[in-house]
Nanobody, 113 residues
Framework: QLAESGGGLVQPGGSLRLSCAAS????????MAWYRQAPGKQRELVAR???????NYADSVKGRFTISRDNAKNTVYLQMNSLKPEDTAVYYC?????????WGQGTQVTVSS
């Protein structure tokens, strides 16, 4: 299971930190990622972190978002700074290891004044 938390309403320019706690899997074996889906749009990759700690980001969030993981806590984080209204979406946690692919339920992030 993947359980996201940390979403909410924030003003433009503000920050949020999302967390995704994993259970029932060997967390350190999984590449972890954050995706988001805005109303009327397709789900898109926001950031990914591999088992070895390598990261990649969508161009739209580079320099503003940081993904990290704590294998001791079975948790992946997404630090989001300088938030923009276009970052408004449901954010989903994703875990992949070979054929195994798990999703969380999502957490809403709304950026509005």
């Amino acid at each position: 299971q993947l359980a996201e938390s940390g979403g909410g309403l924030v003003q433009p320019g503000g920050s949020l930190r999302l967390s995704c706690a994993a259970s029932g899997i060997i967390f350190s074996w999984y590449d972890m990622a954050w995706y988001r889906q805005a109303p009327g749009k397709q789900r898109e990759l926001v950031a990914r972190i591999t088992t070895g700690g390598m990261t990649n980001y969508a161009d739209s969030v580079k320099g503003r978002f940081t993904i990290s993981r704590d294998n001791a806590k079975n948790t992946v984080y997404l630090q989001m700074n300088s938030l923009k209204p276009e970052d408004t979406a449901v954010y989903y946690c994703n875990a992949v290891c070979g054929k195994y692919n798990y999703w969380g339920q999502g957490t809403q992030v709304t950026v509005s004044s």
